[in-house]
């Protein structure tokens, strides 16, 4: 299983049903794209044990007995991975579940039989040796083991496609994975990482999914990281700095999560350029500021999008009017103006919105069929501008704002897609009447 990329890719899909999910910091990917649960193997691998020699030779509890000789192991494979699983034993400081106590003996590949040794450890054939039993995925997910370093560890198994180890106090250097040829899943989230973005992360060329979420990682984003032909990033709630780099719009993932960090600046317009891939994508809680590209209504099979909790300005582009298949756009708690479109508010109506997140804005009126939205519940306007709405800013407070908005954004009447029962108005004045000349008028972006 683990080596064949497209079923863990499935299981992924499940995980990434809602990317909110990611938000809440536990290990939400257990078990997924494991290996354990394949039958013992029946055949084919060749015990190449001759006599059986004392195998009670090894110490037992802190793994520093001799090493047992190869053949009492499965294969020379495994029986070179013993060292390393010991050196790394010796230097994990805590260990809450005990899981290490059963990382002894000569079984490594226990769980494949079903058995309890090696907890974490996930054996598998790999694709260029595929009679020889190995370590192919490692799962410590929820163990809470702390080591200082995993470089020398994770590294040294060269068969590996997996490692997964959300919930641990792991730290130090991310280690170099770039001599391991079936490797596609690395999960570090929720651990003690630090520093800035891992530079050995971006030549993994196989990787699949990359998950840095929950720890101390600062400083920016390197471009090339979006050139990853990844299927899901995940970057949220770290310190990560700067602007998202104009590179997003080569991503290839389905679900990307930035959210928060401390970006500045706009989300790029190069976001169009994602339109193959992208489903779900959150830059929520950062410090984003610019105008809202009138390019995120080209991503037409975005389910989710959530901007909500930056500085974002202007109104909400008629493109917008295109998500289809959107069933949630969050945008509130940023200072977004105007009036909210018609065509956002109809795609509740003839497509699959079922939340429309808008409180804590400027916008002074709404579209025609929005107003059913409100009532339904679908769309939340409270704290904005809109005349004869309850739980609105104060009047003073708007015309203050309108007096004076953070930037003058384009306008961009133009719709690029057809909408099914929708005729657009006579007249698309720009929403914002008495334009506003400041920060040099035109641009936006
Ligand atoms: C390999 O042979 C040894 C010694 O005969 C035996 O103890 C061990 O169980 C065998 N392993 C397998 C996987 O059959
Ligand atoms: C893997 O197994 C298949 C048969 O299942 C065989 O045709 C192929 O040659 C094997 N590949 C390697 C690299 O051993
Ligand atoms: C990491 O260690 C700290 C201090 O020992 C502890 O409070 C925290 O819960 C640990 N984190 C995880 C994810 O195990
Ligand atoms: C987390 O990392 C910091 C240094 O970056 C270290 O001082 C602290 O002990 C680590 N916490 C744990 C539980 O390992
Ligand atoms: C669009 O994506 C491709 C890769 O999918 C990339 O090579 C190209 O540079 C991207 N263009 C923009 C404008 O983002
Ligand atoms: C709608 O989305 C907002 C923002 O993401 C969220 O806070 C709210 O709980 C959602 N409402 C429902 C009914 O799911």
Redesign the pocket.
């Known amino acids: 299983m683990t080596f064949r990329r497209n079923a863990a890719v499935v299981v992924l899909v499940l995980a990434g049903v809602l990317l909110h999910g990611v938000l809440g910091g536990s290990s939400s990917h257990t078990g997924f794209a494991r290996t354990g649960n394949a039958p013992p193997s029946t055949g084919g691998?060749k015990?190449f044990?001759a006599p059986?020699p004392s195998s009670g030779a090894l110490e037992g509890g802190c793994g520093c007995g001799p090493t047992p000789p190869p053949w009492d192991f499965?294969n020379e494979k495994l029986a070179a991975l013993f060292p390393v699983i010991q050196a790394f034993k010796r230097s994990i400081t805590c260990d809450p579940l005990g899981v290490t106590s059963t990382w002894e003996g000569t079984k490594l590949c226990d769980s494949h039989s079903g058995g309890t040794a090696y907890k974490g450890f996930y054996c598998d054939y790999p694709p260029t040796a595929n009679t020889t039993l190995t370590i192919a995925s490692i799962d410590f997910n929820g163990f809470g083991l702390c080591a200082p370093s995993l470089a020398g560890f994770v590294d040294a198994f060269p068969d590996l496609a997996l490692f997964h180890a959300n919930s641990n106090n792991f730290s130090g250097a991310v280690p170099d994975l770039t001599a391991l040829p079936f490797f596609y899943e690395l999960d570090l989230s929720n651990n003690n990482f630090s520093g800035a973005f891992p530079d050995t992360v971006v030549p993994l060329g196989g990787l699949l999914f990359l998950d840095l979420r929950f720890n101390r990682f600062a400083g920016s984003v390197p471009p090339p990281v979006f050139g990853i032909t990844l299927e899901a990033l995940f970057l949220n709630n770290n310190g990560f700095t700067g602007r998202i780099p104009d590179t997003l719009g080569s991503t290839t993932a389905q679900y990307l999560v930035v959210a928060n960090n401390r970006f500045t600046g706009p989300i790029p317009r190069s976001i169009f350029n994602t339109s193959a891939h992208l489903e779900e994508v959150l830059f929520l809680n950062n410090d984003l500021s610019g105008c809202l590209p009138y390019e995120i209504g080209l991503v037409e099979g975005l389910t989710l999008f959530d901007a909500g909790g930056n500085q974002i300005t202007g109104p909400i582009p008629l493109s917008f009017g295109c998500l289809a298949h959107a069933e949630e756009i969050n945008l509130a708690g940023n200072q977004l103006y105007g009036n909210v479109p018609d065509v956002l508010c109809l795609l509740a109506k003839n497509a699959k919105l079922t939340n429309l997140s808008l409180s804590d804005n400027y916008f002074h009126s709404v579209g025609h069929h929005c107003m059913e939205l409100v009532r339904s519940r679908v769309l939340d306007v409270r704290r904005n501008c809109i005349l004869g709405f309850p739980d609105q800013r104060p009047l003073l407070e708007c015309t203050w704002f309108y007096a004076d908005p953070p930037q003058h954004c384009p306008f961009v009447p133009h719709i690029p897609c057809d909408l099914p029962g929708y005729h657009k108005p006579h007249a698309n004045k720009p929403a914002l009447l008495p334009a506003a000349h400041r920060q040099g008028g035109g641009g936006g972006n």
């Open positions: 691998v015990n044990t059986a499965l």
